[in-house]
């Protein structure tokens, strides 16, 4: 698993409307570029979602199970299914700080290709370094 974490300057409430609101990433992330609600939890969450990705030359679609039970301190995602990735799972932890907040990412990722283990991790370390850096960027403007 490997992970990094990032300041905030915003509240918590405010970083988890954006984070927690995964089928707008489009608009602010620049590697997702699609996401399709397929379930929602009773509180309008989603619980299944088929995000279209293009990071680097990574090119997929996979479908997420997203796990709301630590909410709103975090929030989990696991692979259901995806073309090239077997694994991709991923936790948010997100600890309010006053006027600040941190959030760590913490993403486990594998494809179906050989890969050796040292490229995996620095391409997991791009993808969360990108993805905090561009929640950051949208929280703060």
């Known amino acids: 698993m490997t992970s990094s974490k990032i300041l905030i300057e915003a509240s918590a409430d405010e970083v988890r409307k954006v984070l927690f609101d995964i089928a707008n ?26 995000l279209t990705i293009e990071a680097g030359m990574l090119r997929d679609k996979p479908t997420l199970d997203y796990n709301w039970s630590g909410a709103p301190e975090q929030v989990s995602f696991t692979l259901v299914d995806a073309d090239l990735l077997t694994k991709m799972d991923g936790i948010y932890f997100v600890k309010a ?4 907040t941190e959030v760590t990412y913490e993403l486990s990722t594998d494809v179906s290709m050989p890969i050796p283990k040292a490229m995996l991790e620095t391409a997991e370390l791009g993808t969360i370094k990108a993805a905090l850096e561009e929640l950051k960027e949208k929280i703060e403007g």
Not at 40 to 46: K, M, T
Not at 97 to 100: A, P
Request: charge should be negative; avoid cysteine.
């Open 25 to 50: 990433y489009p608009t602010w992330s620049r590697s997702i570029k699609g996401a399709q609600v397929e379930s929602s939890d009773d509180q309008g969450r989603p619980l299944r979602i088929q």
């Open 97 to 100: 700080l006053g006027d600040e």
